[in-house]
């Protein structure tokens, strides 16, 4: 049977553009395969994988199934073993899991011209914030501040910070701050802050990188006095690495035509 379905899971997922992205370059690639999108949540994950027949090649997972996918993962990549997250199942011998949202943070910085970083301020702890850790950690990260509503919820962050030979704090939003090079939001698109909190993020934050793009600008960087970018870049990469990952299971290994590609993925998010 040929391996022909793909699809996106999580819970929200109505607003994810990610079957527009896919459907772009399987059609530039000449490939005839479907990929859809499905409300799925923590309590149905398990049942709604094992309920997959062989004609499924592929899924992608966002908020809140990437650590499910870890666990349900045979084999994991570095990414995926150092952050505990999964936005990618290869279903064939497998599942095999990945993640490909720390080398679309790094290639949507790089894109936007940022190669290298020294301190950085990550707002949020969850998948994605673990993600953003080891991304900065790669591009030469050596201070990061981690802020977040329960900063209990953040020790696995600083002990990842530790493996990755970074040093920091985890702070609440409203501690005082000092200045950054690079602030990494990775709240759910659509999150409001208290103006009390927002007032000392933005000053000496440096640029801002915001996962979020959907509403744009986000809350945040309405009021970010400096230059801003949201995370349009990042979704377009992760899928780019995703798409190499679905078609021969290596994320760093370039298409035939991947430019082609790319650009028509563009086209869409221009849309």
Not at 146 to 163: F, Q
Not at 224 to 250: C, T
């Amino acid at each position: 049977m040929t391996r022909s379905h793909l699809a996106v899971w999580g819970d929200p997922i109505a607003h994810s553009r990610s079957p527009q992205l896919h459907g772009a370059a399987y059609r530039a690639l000449g490939l005839d395969w479907e990929y859809t999108r499905r409300r799925v949540d923590e309590v149905a994950f398990g049942d709604a994988l094992a309920s997959l027949d062989d004609s499924w090649r592929g899924l992608s997972l966002t908020m809140p199934l990437k650590e499910q996918a870890h666990r349900a993962a045979v084999v994991r990549d570095r990414h995926a073993d150092l952050t505990g997250a999964v936005n990618t199942l290869l279903l064939a011998d497998g599942p095999q899991g990945f993640n490909t949202d720390v080398g679309g943070i790094v290639d949507a910085l790089g894109e936007d011209g940022i190669a290298d970083v020294e301190s950085i301020r990550i707002l949020g702890a969850g998948a994605t914030a673990a993600s953003a850790l080891v991304a900065v950690a790669e591009m030469g990260a050596r201070r990061v501040d981690v802020r977040a509503r329960r900063p209990r919820r953040a020790e696995g962050l600083m002990g990842l910070a530790v493996r990755l030979g970074l040093t920091g704090s985890v702070q609440t939003f409203d501690a005082p701050v000092e200045p950054v090079d690079l602030t990494i939001a990775t709240l759910p698109g659509g999150t409001s802050l208290d103006e009390a909190v927002v007032e000392p993020l933005v000053e000496d934050g440096g640029v801002l990188f915001d996962v979020a793009y959907a509403p744009w600008p986000s809350v945040l960087a309405a009021r970010w006095p400096g230059r801003s970018i949201s995370g349009l870049g990042m979704l377009l990469h992760q899928a780019v690495r995703q798409i190499r990952i679905f078609h021969h299971g290596d994320q760093d290994r370039v298409l035939p035509d991947e430019e082609i590609m790319v650009e028509a993925m563009r086209e869409v998010l221009r849309s």
